[in-house]
């Protein structure tokens, strides 16, 4: 059972490039979630969806585009990365109140 | 705007005592409070659940407290190890506010 399975774990970007980042899960969820974890600053969401075809944002979702067109695959989209979006990202899924969390992705943008 | 604190960024425990991490909210109401750990390179881990209406819960060496009155949460690891040693995450009902963590070092 993978549970939570994001790609790529690394990734280093320049500035202006667009990029997505993967996130699949398997245990059926509705609810699924993107967080970046940043220094000083916890972890903060930045979209999230209670469904297939439903999207809606969270505390910082300038930047990023995201879409859920099955149940399994919530991508992160950056359109245009900036440095200031060098951080790790999470994805999460949760049955209802508890929160499983993928291993990360740490993103450089230089 | 809801707002929560974990007051140590740090703790440093000696092996075998009780470590105690506090967590504090503000401007809301949760129905329930969790608590997660997260290692170095890792994605957090859930650890336990306690609603408004429970005063404590118990899993193993860890006890949490709920005080609604206080709008306080107390995260409680016994007989703490070397291998408790990581950072302690709290987080509203809501999904959306975590704390920013407090990194627990337990000294042998």
């Known amino acids: 059972n993978a549970g939570v399975t994001q790609t790529p774990k690394f990734q280093v970007l320049k500035t202006g490039q667009s990029m997505t980042l993967q996130c699949a899960q398997d245990?059926?969820?509705?609810?699924m979630s993107w967080y970046r974890q940043d220094p000083g600053m916890g972890l903060r969401l930045i979209h999230y969806?209670?469904?297939?075809?439903?999207?809606d944002q969270g505390e910082v979702p300038n930047g990023y585009n995201v879409s859920r067109s099955t149940t399994e695959d919530f991508p992160l989209r950056l359109l245009s990365a900036a440095p200031s979006q060098t951080s790790v990202y999470f994805c999460?899924?949760?049955?209802?109140?508890?929160?499983?969390f993928g291993e990360g992705s740490w993103l450089t943008v230089v | 705007s809801q707002k929560i604190e974990q007051n140590s960024e740090a703790l440093n425990i000696q092996e075998g005592k009780t470590a105690t991490l506090t967590c504090n909210y503000t401007?809301?109401?949760?129905?329930?409070l969790q608590w997660y750990r997260q290692d170095p390179g890792r994605g957090p881990v859930f650890l336990l659940l306690?609603?408004?209406?429970?005063k404590e819960k118990r899993k193993e060496r860890l006890k949490v407290t709920f005080d609604t009155t206080l709008k306080q949460s107390l995260f409680h690891i016994t007989a703490s190890q070397p291998a408790d040693s990581a950072t302690y995450l709290c987080?509203?009902?809501?999904?959306?506010?975590f704390g920013k963590g407090t990194r627990l070092h337990i000294l042998p």
């Open positions: 999460a899924t949760s049955p209802g109140n508890t929160i499983y």
């Open positions: 245990m059926n969820h509705e609810y």
């Open positions: 969806s209670v469904g297939a075809g439903i999207t």
């Open positions: 401007n809301y109401s949760p129905a329930y």
């Open positions: 306690i609603r408004e209406n429970e």
């Open positions: 987080a509203l009902d809501d999904k959306i506010i």
